[in-house]
């Protein structure tokens, strides 16, 4: 998670020259490089930890299962026999459902109050958005269950099975029983918790646009719209993806609000109607009554993966930054 | 600023010690969440009556409480379900299972029109977690409900998707009546591969899932139904009644068992003989040491035992628990002077 974070920041060029050193040396500037180093060691140090505890906590489910843990669908407590695949399956459809609604409607938002909006309801605005982000999760989770899946059962739900349904390919998605807990009603109630941190963080990356920018696009005949698409929102690239990434980061470790509306019932279907489950979800829900060794480990080992997963896209996110600034959009 | 700290942190350690000396005995205990309440209540008056003992319980599941009491983290533990002879085995010490209190688990369900309370064949039990029977106007639902107008729907089941001592008694039922569930499912646990259902986190998860669901149907303990006055149902006992559960009936379950009761109390009572018992209850147990060398922890843990078998079990009624039989008190009674 940090990983992204620090994709955010813009960096400030150093200054160089003896003057600058001089000046460094007075201001205390070493300790301060000392301190701030430690500190920086001290996260790498934690990682590690929590690795290597994950790594080894875990070592009688890797040493009977392997790789297949990767692959098997069953979890099955009783006979001893656990594989992961229904959860990462779920944890991955539930955080690109909750991407693929949130993203758009969070960078309108964002755009919208950036650009649009006078600067006064703008801050406001803001801040009742950074104080969506720090609702506890059980709460998302309440409103899931009492307003979410209701509507989804009664409304949307067979809406999408009678429209979307009948549709070739993507019909698959929208088919069979539906009870209104599954992969999409999660995936609604993450967008909804993970929308404030895309509005939030490119809101504020959108404002750092120097207004030369603007100027000098509708000077050269843009319209407000064509300077704010072709010019504002390029140049906080960057900013906006760090954004989602946070965003995504949220949505693969959420627990209490994805287990209260997801079914909890270990499945690989295509229908987003279907109940699912995930690996933060039933980590939850089972590590307080673990009895057996194996099914402990087992689940250690879950999070193993959740890590692995975490690592993975946080990595396929550095790359997609890196090849996106080189395609152009803000000057180096 | 630093001396001042100083003194402040050495003025706590001496009083910390201080009220060592002075006698206070503080137990760690840890494990089930179905009994907290009781235990709760239990630990707080007891604490009251003999102020220099302190029980400290976490109810972090049976689970944790047993891995806990195996690495000796706790000075005893709770758990829902006994502890296997393998869980036994790796100890490195010998464990007492002591029975505390008695708890049931109900099926609820959530049927348009039908009002009445439906009653449940052992079979149709069975049928329904296993996936075979899939409508509610299922011939060996409906020949138990005659007068009752049942939809031809799907049902949808429910289960609990945390693991819990609910479970683990209501997969004790199911195993003890069907021999398909005791070869797909297996035995009685706290989590199990449910061959059908959706899961609800929690009995509050559970009965929302129900409530919410047309046509659905879940489990949830006896207490949670009593105290939130939600409806359940009537289940089919040994004898072949269809009883509805109560705290009376609960206990009548493990007086009509008690003479099998095993010397070390590990038993399931579910499915028990006699034709008043409720057929789906269990009991919750405190797992204490055989050998505490704390002379002090050791007198505490007796004393409370004794406190609990008499005292203590005034108060299970009053938080929906039923209360152990008296034969069982009796026998615990005895077991008491194992600890040493």
Known sequence: ??????????????????????????????????ITLIFAAGIILLTSMLVYELWVNSHLSRAKFGWMFFFTKVWDPNFDNFGAAPFIYGTLVTSAVALAIAVPLGLASAIFLSELAPRKVSDVISFLIDLLAAVPSVIYGLLGIFIVVPVMRTTIGPALINTVGNVPYIGALFRGPNYGVGFLTAGIVLAIMVVPFIISVSREVLLTVPREQREAAMAL???????????????????????????????????????????NAPTIAASLLSPGDTIASIIASQFTEATGDLYLSSLIELGLVLFLITFILNGLARILIVTTERGGGRPA | MRKSLLIVSLALGLSALALAQGGTILLNAAGATFPYPIYSKWFDVYHNAHPNVQINYQSIGSGGGIRQLLAGTVDFGAS??????????????????????????????????????????????AGIYLGTITKWNDPEIAK??????????????VHRSDGSGTTYIWTDFLGKVSEEWKKKVGNAATSVNWPVGLGGKGNEGVTGLVKQTPNAIGYIELIYAVQNNIPYGKVQNAAGNFVKADLAGVTAAATADAKNIPADFRVSITNPPGPKVYPISSFTWLLIPEQIQDVGKREAIKDFLKWMLTEGQKYNEGLSYSQLPKDVIARETQAISLIK
Do not use: C
Request: charged content about 15%.
């Open chain 1, 221 to 263: 005949g843009a319209t407000r719209w064509e300077s704010t698409w072709k010019v504002v929102v390029p140049w906080a690239r960057t900013g906006i993806m760090g954004s989602v990434f946070l965003a995504l980061a949220r949505a693969l470790g959420e627990t209490m609000a994805v287990t209260m509306v997801i079914g």
């Open chain 2, 144 to 157: 138990a409900n005659s007068g009752v107008n049942l939809p031809n729907a799907d049902i949808v089941v």
């Open chain 1, 1 to 34: 998670m940090s990983a992204t974070a620090t994709t955010i920041v813009n960096e400030v060029p150093p200054q160089a020259g003896p003057r600058a050193f001089l000046r460094r040396l007075r201001g205390g500037d070493e300790i301060a490089h000392l």
């Open chain 2, 80 to 125: 829902d379900g006994p502890m296997s002879d393998e869980q036994l085995s790796q100890a490195k010490f010998k464990i007492l299972h002591f029975p505390t209190v008695l708890g049931a688990v109900v099926p609820t369900y959530n049927l348009a029109g039908v009002s009445g309370e439906l009653n449940f064949t052992q079979k149709a039990l």
